[in-house]
C-alpha cells in the first residue's frame, strides 16, 4: 500500500488511532449487536471513503485505526460513524430492549491521536488488545 494517498487536489496521509465507548461503559457489544456496529461502521467508512485500517470492536469499546480524507473533519467523520451505527443498534431488537436507555448508545466523546510514524505499532495495539486487557485482569489490575 502506497504512504501517500491522491484526492484531486491535494496528497495526503491523515491516519487517526480513535477509540469510543457505549454511554456509561456498559458492556453491550456482543452477538448481534456487535455485528450491526461492525458492518454499519464498514459500511458509511466505505461510503465516505474513509479507509479501516485497524479495527476491534471489544464488549465495552471500539477500536479504529483510520485514514480520514482531508476534506472531512477528524470530528464529522467519527460524529458520522457514532451516529449511523447507534441509528442502526437502537432500531435493531424489540421495542422494550430498544426503549429501556432512550435513544443514547454511545457516550458522547471520543479519543483520537494522530498515528504518523507509528502506525505499525499502532497496529499491532489494537490487533492484541484483547490478550492485553485477559493479561491485565489476570494480574489485577
Same mark, same amino acid.
Given at each position: 500500500?502506497?504512504?501517500?494517498? $491522491? ?14 465507548? #457505549? ?13 450491526? %456496529? ?9 461510503? $465516505? ?16 485505526c483510520l485514514a480520514? #480524507? #482531508?476534506?472531512?473533519?477528524? +470530528? ?8 449511523? +451505527? ?12 430498544r426503549m429501556v ?10 479519543? %483520537? ?29
Amino acid at each position: 500500500m502506497e504512504r501517500f494517498r $491522491r484526492l484531486s487536489h491535494s496528497i495526503w496521509d491523515c491516519t487517526y488511532h480513535v477509540v469510543w465507548i #457505549p454511554k456509561y461503559r456498559r458492556k453491550t457489544l456482543y452477538g448481534k449487536k456487535r455485528t450491526v %456496529v461492525v458492518n454499519t461502521i464498514k459500511k458509511w467508512a466505505r461510503i $465516505r471513503d474513509i479507509d479501516i485500517l485497524e479495527g476491534h470492536a471489544m464488549a465495552d469499546h471500539i477500536h479504529l485505526c483510520l485514514a480520514i #480524507p #482531508p476534506k472531512y473533519s477528524v +470530528s464529522s467523520a467519527i460524529g458520522l460513524l457514532k451516529g449511523k +451505527s447507534a441509528s442502526e443498534v437502537m432500531s435493531f431488537g424489540t421495542k422494550t430492549s430498544r426503549m429501556v436507555r432512550g435513544r443514547h448508545f454511545w457516550a458522547k466523546g471520543y479519543c %483520537v491521536s494522530t498515528v504518523g510514524l507509528d502506525e505499525a505499532t499502532i497496529r499491532e495495539y489494537i490487533r492484541n488488545q484483547e490478550d492485553e486487557d485477559k493479561r491485565q485482569e489476570e494480574l489485577g489490575f
